[in-house]
């Protein structure tokens, strides 16, 4: 049985002088999926009509692309057909945004905890047509209980997508999204997942869920280059689908238009497959266990800080996020000069943001880390403190 902790940096690149508590912003490819990578490129550049026209181009139907989104696809519980290949998530949820008719009065629902760019891409579109964003005010600490109702309530006959997070990114919390989408679904509303953070974090199974659509970037949890992210269409919801470039074969519509978008480096998507051998090599279900026992287990050594969990241990994961005890409301730049001040003095890598007026502290588990590396960083914290500390 493999043992997870710090002997296994050096499969990264990470520094070495460095503490590494949020993987979950960016991610970290392990050095032999680079290589993988990196021995693609050269293929490519080698024979580049032969790796566009052979294993990239929607005119052959068997080509790596679809193999790689179809080992992809039965890891997240579906097929290859219900998987296109986008950089990231928020080109997926532009992706449906443009493609869905909104008109003046029609509401597009959220979560107060919306990731920022999907926010701006929604009052994009909301300047554009007329439509109207409504947020669900979600408090914290949050409950189990506070969650499917209160999304549900805010839905009305107007509502016509709701964009529902399945990990927040600033409160780290796991939504019931399976719940949250059939309740939104029964009152008619289009439902699309934003799962960032999901896949390599959680065992899914994308149909169960019921959402339209589902996004999840794979240069997170699951250890595939930056670049490369999931997008899952429902075989209802595909068709209302185009992506973001018209291109050769955009007639072929979901997911092979997704495909080819142009001339454009696909190897962040091929080397997927490389990410899978990863992390498949430890156990995927084994990888997932050690991450949420190593962020359970730091819980008791952050709350020395007077640090409150944002929501209940059953909706966290390998991400765990606190409110640190302030004297003031949060200020706009108390986050970034946490951040910058433990890297740049302290070496310590991890997430802050601001929220409801409170700031917020993210802590991510890695098969890198241990419990040694929460400890130094709840040591470093208590010693120099945060902007505004109580």
């Known amino acids: 049985m493999t043992t997870f902790g710090r002997h296994l940096r050096p499969l990264w690149h990470l520094a070495a002088d460095g503490t590494f508590l949020n993987h979950g912003s960016f991610g970290a490819c392990p050095k032999e999926v680079l290589a993988y990578q990196a021995r693609l490129r050269e293929e490519m550049e080698r024979a580049p009509d032969v790796f566009v026209r052979r294993n990239v181009s929607p005119r052959n139907p068997d080509n790596d692309l679809r193999r790689t989104a179809e080992r992809l696809g039965r890891f997240a519980g579906t097929t290859g057909e219900r998987i296109a290949f986008v950089s990231n998530a928020t080109e997926a949820v532009n992706t449906v945004l443009r493609s869905m008719p909104f008109a003046a009065g029609d509401e597009i629902l959220v979560l107060d905890c919306v990731y920022n760019a999907v926010r701006l891409a929604i009052e994009d579109v909301c300047r554009r047509t007329g439509a109207k964003m409504v947020k669900v005010a979600l408090p914290i600490p949050l409950t189990v209980n506070d969650v499917v109702g209160r999304i549900a309530d805010a ?153 409150v969990p944002v929501a209940p241990d059953a909706m966290f994961a390998a991400m765990r996020a606190y409110v640190l005890p302030q004297r003031r409301a949060a200020e706009g730049d108390d986050a970034l000069t946490l951040m910058n001040t433990m890297w740049d003095e302290h070496r310590i890598w991890i997430a802050s943001s601001a929220y409801q007026g409170k700031l917020l502290l993210r802590l991510s588990a890695q098969i890198y880390a241990e419990r040694g590396d929460t400890a130094h960083a709840v040591e470093v914290l208590d010693r120099v403190g945060w902007p505004g500390r109580a």
């Open 155 to 307: 839905a009305g006959p107007r509502t016509k997508l709701a964009i529902i997070d399945h990990i927040s990114s600033p409160t780290a919390t796991v939504f019931p999204v399976a719940e949250i989408a059939r309740a939104l679904k029964a009152k008619g509303v289009r439902v699309m997942i934003d799962g960032a953070h999901a896949v390599g974090q959680l065992a899914l199974d994308l149909p169960a869920i019921g959402a339209d659509w589902y996004t999840a970037n794979a240069h997170k949890w699951l250890y595939a280059p930056k670049g490369s992210a999931l997008f899952y269409a429902s075989a209802d919801a595909s068709s209302m689908i185009a992506p973001l470039s018209v291109s050769h074969w955009h007639e072929m519509g979901f997911p092979r238009a997704f495909d080819y978008v142009g001339t454009r480096d696909v190897t962040p998507f091929l080397s997927v497959a490389a990410a899978l051998d990863f992390i498949e090599r430890f156990g995927a279900a084994e990888v997932r266990a050690y991450l949420e026992g190593l962020s359970r287990d730091g819980d008791a050594i952050v709350r020395r800080l007077g640090a």
